[in-house]
């Protein structure tokens, strides 16, 4: 086999795609969701049985089946198997959100490298944006926790734990910038970074730094200051990044984002 070196990667598409008729299972996998919304259907809570569906949507079991899998693929529901099975409302997960984007990024040729570029450039912009909102009592109650740097974690504490205490900074810092958009799509390239990179190491030796650099962050929304703040966090995603290549003997961020 050749290396992505070797050969071209499939170029980006701008074709008219989106407006192709939809196929019976697509259209019924979006009438699924359409109900999720109508009915205010939480994470956990089932959807009616494959009978009921099929009566009220008036599809084939071929197509509603299909549709369901394509739900499921999307993460948005989860099948369950066996006695009281069936499909459970799942929820929208941006680390499954970045899951699904890391398939064409892979395909078009996108590296690591320029994932921590666009990695950079989101939480830049999403601190911009909570900076922007101060005045909100959201925003200044979700980021006072921030202010003083806490001891960092223990040894002890397990890689995955660790990472997921420092992640609810930037998980609270995007769910403040007031777009669910942007919330979405941009806080999806920390979590690729950190599933696919940040796990083959022990960021916890990271720690201290993080704990700075999120209180200076947390500082500057909190001023108002929005060029601080998008800066303060543009160089923190390359804290974080310097960290893994400097770490990681003979490793580099050349390599093609991975599908996983």
């Known amino acids: 086999m050749t290396s992505h070196r070797d050969r071209a990667p499939l170029g980006i598409q701008y074709t008219s795609a989106l407006t192709r008729p939809l196929k019976a299972a697509e259209d019924t996998a979006r009438a699924i969701v359409h109900t999720i919304v109508e009915d205010g259907l939480q994470v956990g809570e089932k959807l009616p049985s494959e009978a009921k569906m099929l009566d009220y949507y008036r599809v084939s079991r071929q197509s509603l089946r299909e549709a369901l ?3 499921e693929v999307q993460g948005l529901i989860e099948l369950k198997r066996g006695p009281g099975g069936g499909p459970v409302v799942a929820g929208v997960d941006a680390a499954h959100f970045g899951r699904m984007s890391s398939l064409p ?3 078009v040729g996108v590296t690591y490298e320029e994932l921590v570029e666009a990695w950079a450039f989101a939480d830049g912009q999403l601190a911009a944006l909570a900076a922007r909102r101060v005045a909100d009592e959201a925003v200044r109650t979700s980021l006072d926790l921030y202010l003083e740097v806490r001891p960092s974690a223990p040894e002890g504490v397990e890689i995955e ?5 420092h992640s609810h900074f930037h998980h609270t810092l995007g769910g403040l910038c007031g ?3 942007l919330e979405l799509t941009l806080t999806s390239f920390r979590l690729i970074f950190s599933h696919h990179l940040l796990f083959e190491l022990d960021p916890r030796r990271l720690g201290p730094v993080v704990e700075r650099e999120h209180a200076d962050i947390a500082r500057a929304v909190l001023a108002g200051d929005e060029e601080l703040s998008r800066k303060l966090s543009e160089d923190h ?3 974080v990044a310097n960290y893994y290549v400097d770490a990681a003997t003979g ?10």
Not at 161 to 165: A, G, I, P, Q
Not at 251 to 260: H, I, K, N
């Open 69 to 71: 899998r394509l739900l």
């Open 105 to 107: 990024f892979h395909l």
């Open 161 to 165: 734990e660790y990472v997921d205490l």
């Open 179 to 181: 777009n669910k958009a």
């Open 237 to 239: 995603v390359h804290t």
């Open 251 to 260: 490793r580099s961020l050349d390599a093609l984002v991975e599908w996983r």
